[in-house]
């Protein structure tokens, strides 16, 4: 189990970059307490969110950085239609097992920074999947659904950007649709503000997720409809396969996503995606559309 219940990484009144816990109750009082420039953290110092970390003094937070960096992050497991509701505007069947693919520790970017949309993915079918996001705190290898949890670092907020031609019409993608292309550009995988212990909110199966694009919310969901839920996803990625830590499990979308519309209202150029999760905090993203190549 993690040493501390919340993470953040922030610099503190020296300009100095570290870690630590901040003194908060709960994830709306790190951006209030931080406006107001009465954020506190206990320093935790180290080089790594997932690696050792010593407690220091209670020091003053001044600004927050990016909880995790590409290389905080050996890869990026995503686990696709895993909320039932999600199954179902997509007029499919449930899975008998999690559905896997990865994005590459290129695709993380910081909570509250602009994602880069290359002229590839600029074809009218951008969207966003609000994902409450698993963080592996050490290596494992075949793990039991009963010691899941004790591998789990903490938990935050995620946005799984998708660029849908890419993913589905077979005209790009072919007759079977594929899922690493189209969901791995770079910056494709906003994570943070902090990381949320176990110790806090369990195996988050009772926390509520929401998407807003613009002010108009697109997602409303408790993550007790997902089908495979925390400790059978960390449980089932690691058959034969090691976990390291660091690695990021997403764990799917709910239903809302443009995809699922009707008639689909993708994301243009500008658009800004808010995903904010009970206890998690949230991440606020533009959506910015690269000029030339």
């Not at 905080?72 to 199954?87: A, E, F, M, W």
């Not at 602009?114 to 600029?122: G, L």
Request: include cysteine; charge should be negative; glycine fraction near 10%.
């Amino acid at each position: 189990m993690s040493p501390w219940s919340r993470l953040i990484r922030f610099v503190d009144d020296n300009g100095t970059e570290t870690f630590g816990e901040p003194c908060i109750e709960n994830d709306r009082q790190l951006t209030d307490y931080l406006a107001k420039n009465d954020l506190w953290a206990i320093e935790l110092k180290g080089s790594s969110p997932v690696g050792p970390l010593t407690r220091g003094d209670k020091i003053r937070v001044r600004a927050l950085r990016d909880i995790l960096r590409p290389s905080d992050v050996p890869i990026v497991r995503c686990i696709g239609l895993n909320y039932l509701k999600h199954i179902q505007e997509g007029g499919r069947k449930p899975p008998p097992y999690p559905s896997i693919f990865i994005k590459p520790s290129t695709t993380v970017a910081g909570f509250n920074e602009d994602v880069p949309i290359p002229t590839i993915a600029q074809d009218g079918t951008l969207d966003y999947e609000g994902e409450l996001a698993i963080v592996i705190g050490k290596t494992g290898k075949n793990i039991p659904k009963s010691a899941a949890l004790d591998y789990i670092a903490g938990y935050c907020v995620s946005n799984d950007v998708s660029a849908r031609g890419w993913q589905r019409d077979p005209a790009k993608a072919g007759v079977v649709p594929q899922w690493c292309f189209s969901k791995g550009f770079d910056k494709f995988a906003p994570l943070g503000p902090l990381l949320v212990a176990p110790s806090v909110v369990g195996n988050a199966s009772d926390l509520h997720l929401r998407t807003v694009v613009n002010g108009e919310e697109r997602q409303s969901t408790s993550t007790g409809d997902l089908l495979f839920g925390v400790e059978h996803l960390v449980s089932f990625c690691s058959q034969g396969t090691s976990l390291e830590a660091g690695t990021v499990i997403l764990t799917g979308t709910p239903s809302g996503v443009a995809m699922g519309m009707k008639e689909p209202r993708y994301l243009e150029d500008g658009d800004v995606v808010e995903v904010s999760i009970t206890g998690l905090g949230k991440v606020s993203n533009r959506m910015v559309f690269e000029k030339g190549n």
